[in-house]
C-alpha cells in the first residue's frame, strides 16, 4: 500500500500526558458497576448493536471488586507492561454518569485516594448528563490535575444513530457538549468508522462534525463484532461488511490529515477481548496497525 503524503501533525494522547506531568501516565478501566438506559428498559433492554454483554470491561475489572481493588491490580500490570508512574482512573464500562450525582461524587473521591491516581476519565452517553452532573464535574476541575470527560456519539449520522439503536440524536450530543463546553470541561468523543450502511463520506462529515463543535480529542474505533452482541447474527447471516485492514489504515490517515492537530487523538483503533472477538481478526494486530498508520501518514507527533 504505498502513498506519498505530506506529514500529519498529531497530538497523542500519551504525548499530552507526559507534556503534563513528565512521566507516563497509563489510563486504569474501572467498573462502578453502572448499566446503560439502552440496557435497564429506559430506552431498551439489548443495548446498542455493536455493545457486548460486557460493555468493554477490562478482564480484572468487574462490580463485585471496589473501585481501590481495580485500580490496584490494573497499576500492578501498567507498572510491569509499561513502566508507568501515574494513572489515570477510567469509568468505562457501559454508562458512568447513569447515577445520582451523590453517588458518582462517591465513586471518583475512592478511586482519586489511591496514590499515584492523578486524574478521571469518564464514559458516557450525551443523554445522561444532566447539569447536576456536569457541575459536579467541573467542581473537580481546580481539585485534580486531569478530568476528561468522554462522551460517546459513535456516528453524526440520525439514520444511523437510529439504525444502531443509540437512543439518542446528533442534537442530543451537540447539547451535552455544549452544556460541557459552558463549565469548561474537557471531552474526548467517541467515533466508529465503518458502521453498517456508511460511506467514507459519511465517516469523513462525522469527523468535520465533531471538529466544528470545537471538541477537544477523539477516539477512533473500527467496528468489530463480539460474540453475543446484537450485531453477531446480522453479520454472521451475511448482512455486515467489516472494514478491511489497509481499509481502515487508509481512512485513518485521511483523518489525521483532517484533524492535523486541531484534536488529540485518544485511540487510534479499538480492542477487542479475543475469546469475545469474532471479526474482523486483524483487530488481534494492533501493533501492526498502529504502526502502519505512523508509516503511512509520516506522523509528526507533537
Not at 442534537?171 to 460511506?199: K, M, N, W, Y
Request: glycine share 8%.
Amino acid at each position: 500500500m504505498a502513498m506519498i503524503r505530506n506529514k500529519a501533525t498529531v497530538r497523542t494522547f500519551g504525548g499530552e500526558l507526559k507534556k503534563q506531568f513528565g512521566c507516563r501516565v497509563h489510563k486504569i478501566p474501572v467498573h462502578a458497576g453502572m448499566t446503560c438506559p439502552n440496557r435497564d428498559g429506559t430506552l431498551g433492554t439489548g443495548g446498542c448493536t455493536y455493545c457486548g454483554p460486557s460493555g468493554s470491561a477490562a478482564e480484572w475489572t468487574g462490580p463485585d471488586q471496589t473501585v481501590v481493588r481495580q485500580i490496584f491490580k490494573g497499576m500492578d500490570m501498567a507498572r510491569s507492561r509499561f513502566h508507568a508512574e501515574k494513572f489515570i482512573a477510567y469509568f468505562q464500562p457501559f454508562t458512568n454518569t447513569y447515577a445520582p450525582a451523590h453517588r458518582l461524587k462517591r465513586l471518583w473521591d475512592e478511586a482519586l485516594g489511591v496514590p499515584d491516581v492523578v486524574g478521571l476519565s469518564v464514559g458516557t452517553r450525551p443523554d445522561c448528563l444532566p447539569d447536576a452532573v456536569l457541575d459536579l464535574i467541573r467542581s473537580y476541575q481546580d481539585r485534580i490535575p486531569y478530568f476528561c470527560l468522554e462522551i460517546g456519539l459513535q456516528t453524526a449520522h440520525d439514520r444511523t444513530l437510529q439504525a444502531i439503536r443509540r437512543g439518542h440524536d446528533l442534537a442530543c450530543f451537540s447539547d451535552a457538549v455544549s452544556r460541557a463546553q459552558a463549565r469548561g470541561i474537557p471531552v474526548c468523543v467517541h467515533v466508529i468508522l465503518g458502521l453498517p450502511g456508511e460511506t467514507e463520506q459519511d465517516m469523513m462529515a462525522t469527523v468535520q462534525a465533531v471538529l466544528d463543535m470545537g471538541i477537544q480529542g477523539i477516539k477512533l474505533h473500527h467496528l468489530h463484532i463480539i460474540r453475543g452482541a446484537p450485531l453477531e447474527q446480522d453479520y454472521l447471516d451475511g448482512r455486515v461488511r467489516l472494514l478491511e485492514m489497509e481499509e481502515y489504515i487508509r481512512l485513518v490517515c485521511r483523518i489525521l490529515d483532517t484533524i492535523s492537530g486541531r484534536m488529540v487523538i485518544h485511540r487510534f483503533m479499538g480492542e477487542a477481548p479475543w475469546d469475545l472477538l469474532v471479526a474482523p481478526l486483524w483487530t488481534r494486530r494492533k501493533s501492526e496497525v498502529i504502526t502502519a498508520i505512523y508509516r503511512e501518514s509520516g506522523l509528526c507527533v507533537q
